[in-house]
């Protein structure tokens, strides 16, 4: 929302202040230009407090019908675009309450008995961001199912493995993209520790100390779903810290920094391997731009601004870490600050996850049933690099091991063995017989199925290894897993 379609009209605070608030500092102190997207968690946390508030006689059953009429007509005007926001006051939580009042009276005065702003919004942002890190949950869930189903058609693809982005060991493709499966799977068990932490109910607080009242913390609880796994009330035991702290959120973001650090790196990889160079695969036009000088070019923008959105993240999980850093108990306005950060971590991350599994698996075709529009796989240019570099100087030196030799004789043989066929500009495989004999007369002629990419590939069979039984076990545990 613009700050023009609100309206600004300004009062004085209370009967205690002699002057209105500046319009400057109204729009400096105000949060309602971008709080108001908690007004879902802001309603369910009030409709919770005022059932527990009539269970306890602290109000009147007639109150709390009142508040839930009032709390259904404010929903559906918010829905519909109908409620005017206002800028002086300052915040959801005081829109949604001076709506209410106009709507139903003293019983929406009644509503703030035994709760303070400051309780009010710790509940409202965690119960936010518990159903974010489940929408979270379920996109991740998807883009490992995608990565798997692209793996599960290459697991006899093989590329070079990199280290120091030197030609390593020859790996299939599906293990490559089984090592971000891996990734993502902790990424999403990190957002669940977080989310147990989260679901926690600060309400009962009050502004600092707890309250007169004689609330049931627990009910209000139970209400929200702030429970554990067997049912059991989660509540915030502290109230100084229940209404300060914002670690649930620092964490949130640190999770969500690294799933898009481990987004970054595949970006990182699908721009390597479109360059002309490399030419291994290909992502739909959909996900690239044109250049409007280069008419030739194709470029991987989608990749490349999940890179560079990764960044943003990471400045969010700086930015919350630092607001929090030097704040005195209990409650601060500094805290107001949280929002945006996590709001942007948690939209930037759900559209990247979004993008990425549809720009990975396609996307469905309700016509013919099909994903369409995946990753395209370019096994032959991969193959062919995959014979540059001596990626099987390892196999070799493993065989001459398994002929008796020890391992480092067996190192520097092969280095005598790579740097004659570098001079012939051929690879190892291409050597005669007799030359390699010439490096070891242990050499004999099975020495062709180890240097092979294939029977590299297909030696290479410990629990994690890139042998394809082992990469199809992989798959079948993530499938049973995801499913
Ligand atoms: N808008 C405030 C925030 O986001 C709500 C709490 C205000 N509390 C206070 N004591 N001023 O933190």
Known sequence: MSHNQLDTKSQAWSALFSEPMSELVQRYTASVFFDQRLWRADIAGSLAHADMLA??????????????????QIRSEIESGAFQWKLDLEDVHLNIEARLTQLVGDAGKRLHTGRSRNDQ???????????EIDALAALLSELQRALVEVAERNVDVILPGFTHLQVAQPVSFAHHLLAYVE??????????DVRRRTNR????????????????????????????????????QNSLDAVSDRD??????????LCMVHVSRLSEELILWMSQNFGFVKIADRFTTGSSIMPQKKNPDVPELARGKTGRVVGHLMGLITLMKGQPLAYNKDNQEDKEPLFDTVDTLKDTLRIFTEMIGGQLNPATGQKEGGLTVNAQA???????????????????VKKGL??????????HAVKAAQSHACDLSELPLAVLQGFHPAIEA??????SLHGSLHARRTLGGTAPQQVRAQIERHRARLA
């Open 446 to 451: 099975d020495v062709y199925d180890v240097l």
């Open 406 to 415: 020890p391992f480092r004789d067996a190192h520097e043989t092969v280095a």
């Open 55 to 72: 269970a306890q006689g602290i109000i009147s059953a007639e109150d709390l019908a009142a508040i839930q009429r009032g709390m259904a």
């Open 183 to 192: 990734m993502f799977a902790r990424d999403a068990e990190r957002l669940a």
């Open 382 to 400: 991969m193959e062919d690099a995959a014979r540059k570099g001596y990626a099987t100087a390892t196999d070799l030196a493993d065989y001459l």
């Open 201 to 236: 109910l600060p309400l009962g607080s009050a502004a600092l100390a707890g309250t007169t009242y004689p609330l049931d913390r627990e009910r209000v609880a139970r209400t929200l779903g702030m429970v554990d796994e067997h049912g059991v009330p989660q509540l915030c």
């Open 248 to 257: 649930f959120a620092i964490e949130f973001t640190a999770a969500a920094s």
């Open 121 to 131: 919004v710790a509940t409202d942002v965690r119960l936010w961001l518990r159903d």
